[in-house]
T-cell receptor
């Protein structure tokens, strides 16, 4: 969707290396989220942010960290990539009120070999 | 524990058949409900949402969903599917006044021409 972009779209990395995924929005939404999508699990929340420098853990946060130094960017870092982190990662944004749901980015397909 | 359950993992239909996908949730408070669709290789898009009022909600592409509070259900329906409805469908729930969506595991729908 317009207003939210993820980079890179695809990445292959080696086990043990750090990886950073970027989510950029132009909607000035307060809330940003990182999910991972795996077959049979749907989307699971990794981390989310409710403002600049304000972040919190989701249900599958182990091995991941995030940073949000400005409203438009939300970075997800895999500190030391493992094969279990091979997944499709989606960023989402929300104005913060529960009425609107989320707008999703196009996803990043990450393969850890 | 709070959860969202989608009963069908994979549904295969012929064109013009009717579709119904089940969704149940276990949250105790007031909830807002969503159905998202993910076409092959794409990101999630909002199909429809329920916040309050008429429990029968109409969305895009001829989809509708019915909220039955007593059954904690929010089933998705379409009277006559098309080949282009082949996609993965996700039910999602958010607690009123919260800002974190929880997703079901998804249902893959394959429509045969």
């Amino acid at each position: 969707d317009a207003g939210i972009t993820q980079s890179p779209r695809h990445k292959v990395t080696e086990t043990g290396t750090p990886v950073t995924l970027r989510c950029h929005q132009t909607e000035n939404h307060r809330y940003m989220y990182w999910y991972r999508q795996d077959p049979g699990h749907g989307l699971r929340l990794i981390h989310y942010s409710y403002g600049v420098k304000d972040t919190d853990k989701g249900e599958v946060s182990d091995g991941y960290s995030v940073s949000r130094s400005k409203t438009e960017d939300f970075l997800l870092t895999l500190e030391s990539a493992t094969s279990s982190q091979t997944s499709v990662y989606f960023c989402a944004i929300s104005p913060g009120q529960d009425l609107y749901g989320y707008t999703f980015g196009s996803g990043t397909r990450l393969t850890v070999v | 524990a709070q959860s969202v359950s989608q009963h069908n993992h994979h549904v295969i239909l012929s064109e013009a058949a009717s579709l119904e996908l089940g969704c149940n949730y276990s949250y105790g408070g007031t909830v807002n409900l969503f159905w998202y669709v993910q076409y092959p290789g794409q990101h999630l898009q909002l199909l429809l949402k329920y916040f309050s009022g008429d429990p029968l909600v109409k969305g895009i592409k001829g989809f509708e969903a019915e909220f039955i509070k007593s059954k904690f259900s929010f089933n998705l329906r379409k009277p006559s599917v098309q080949w282009s409805d082949t996609a993965e469908y996700f039910c999602a729930v958010i607690l009123s006044n919260d800002y974190k969506l929880s997703f079901g595991a998804g249902t893959t729908v394959t429509v045969r021409a």
